[in-house]
């Protein structure tokens, strides 16, 4: 009997051992670098799909910022490069500081300059279990200048922004192929009250982010659908993880 119980002590043990942690999704690792296939889009399919060129991002410092630790996040793309700072929790959520509109609208903000009311502050661009959606972005309202589509107008934005947790699925980029990557859909609603040489304009321009999750890799796959500004459609965009090292 007592060498019955030996064993299973020792399989306990063993087993104890042997025993591997999963992968985390968001890595906070300096030096940890993402290259992404850039493509462009216009049909729903993607179908018409044509590769743009690449993004590198990369973890190159770790700090304070906001009341968080923060990794600084450098993103080049051609000869421009962005700055980001993240901060993974201890749930795994990913929380980015927003700075400008532009953080989260891209190149449709590139054009707007913020004149006044947008307070800097960190949000959750991933929340884990939010089915039932979760803001990631300050709303505003905020004071704006600037062009969009051709037209100048000064005015009031507000970025009403909500994301939500849809499921899992496998995704294949060049990387390889990330089964049970989890899948976000993220919903930004541009809302403004402008003044513009065609007169008073009220505008609302949707924007839709798709990202797909993986452990041990991060972002995967993250897509931005065509958006139309008055009566100019913007191709969607698409980022498609190729490398990945140092998570």
Known sequence: MR???????????????????????????????WTYEVYTFRQANESDRTRTGERTTRNTASLSLGGRQAILQLTTAGAST????????????????????????????????????????WQPFI??????????????????????????????????????????????????TFRDAAKFVLNA???????????????TIPVTITVWVARGAGIVRQRTDPITIFTETLPGTIWELRTVSGF
Do not use: M
């Not at 019955?4 to 906070?28: A, D």
């Not at 901060?87 to 590139?110: F, Q, T």
């Not at 803001?135 to 939500?164: D, I, K, Y």
């Open 3 to 33: 060498a019955r119980y030996r064993w299973l002590w020792l399989g306990v043990i063993i087993g104890l051992g042997c025993g591997k942690s999963e992968k985390p999704y968001f890595s906070t690792a300096i030096g940890a670098t």
């Open 82 to 121: 962005d700055t980001a700072y993240v901060h993974v929790d201890g749930a795994g959520n990913l929380w980015r500081y927003y700075l400008s509109p532009r953080d989260v609208l891209g190149g449709l903000a590139a054009s707007v300059r913020v004149t006044g009311g947008f307070a800097p502050s």
């Open 127 to 176: 929340q884990w279990g939010a089915t039932g959606g979760y803001a990631f972005f300050p709303s505003g309202p905020f004071q704006v200048q600037g062009n969009l589509a051709g037209v100048n107008f000064t005015g009031t934005l507000q970025v009403n922004s909500t994301g939500r947790q849809v499921g899992t699925e496998t995704v294949s980029v060049p990387a390889g």
């Open 189 to 203: 609603g541009l809302q403004g009250n402008l003044q513009s040489q065609l007169g008073p304009v009220n505008v």
